[in-house]
């Protein structure tokens, strides 16, 4: 694979994981109040959050390696696990470093939740409302198209859509649906 390639494909995922990102935001706000979609039962809802989100997880690994081995990027394997050691801007790739942390303790704990027990994974999982606009910030300031209209345009519709789904999270019309029920709609299938 030529390093031309591996720029645009380590680019582009990083682009298709931020998309990703904010509908698994959106979707996880949606299966926390439990009610169906216009066009989706509740199930389905949650079904829908957990496989964006491990697609998006797929596109993020697959962002951060193909930057590894893409020489324009200058990454090093110490700062995809360690935030702002980068020799490249660092503040800007620090906080993919960042928010590639905060998405691993997301990954791991909701793989042994059962283990954690719903209390604790829900503490930790709330660690999604500060990785989503880290990773936002890390796009706009690290990513090469940034700058490009269609880019801000991009990231702009992200924002506004979490934002509205934050404002929905957050308002006296949204109720939640009981504990025991929303934890059993997040069970895993063996």
């Given at each position: 694979?030529?390093t ?13 994981t931020l998309?990703?990102f ?15 979609a ?9 079904a ?19 930057l ?9 394997v ?9 020799g490249?801007?660092?503040v800007?790739v ?8 905060l998405?691993l ?5 909701s ?6 027990g ?5 503490a930790?999982h ?7 606009p ?9 990513g ?18 979490v934002?509205?789904?934050l404002?929905?999270?957050l308002?006296?019309g949204f109720?939640?649906?009981d ?12």
């Amino acid at each position: 694979m030529s390093t031309d390639t591996l720029w645009y494909l380590g680019r582009g995922s990083g682009v298709v994981t931020l998309v990703l990102f904010t509908a698994s935001v959106i979707l996880g706000i949606g299966t926390r109040s439990g009610r169906p979609a216009p066009w989706l039962p509740r199930f389905a809802v949650t079904a829908l959050h957990r496989y964006t989100s491990l697609l998006a997880t797929v596109f993020l690994v697959l962002h951060v390696v193909l930057l590894l081995f893409a020489p324009y990027a200058q990454l090093d394997v110490v700062d995809t696990v360690f935030p702002f050691l980068a020799g490249f801007a660092p503040v800007w790739v620090g906080l993919g470093t960042l928010a590639l942390d905060l998405l691993l303790a997301l990954v791991v704990t909701s793989l042994l939740r059962h283990r954690l027990g719903y209390r604790t994974w829900r503490a930790i999982h709330w660690s999604a409302y500060a990785a989503w606009p880290v990773a936002l910030v890390h796009a706009l300031g690290a990513g090469t198209d940034a700058g490009t209209a269609w880019f801000l345009v991009l990231a702009g519709v992200c924002a506004v859509a979490v934002a509205g789904a934050l404002s929905w999270r957050l308002s006296t019309g949204f109720t939640e649906q009981d504990r025991g029920a929303v934890a059993t709609l997040m069970e895993v299938p063996r």
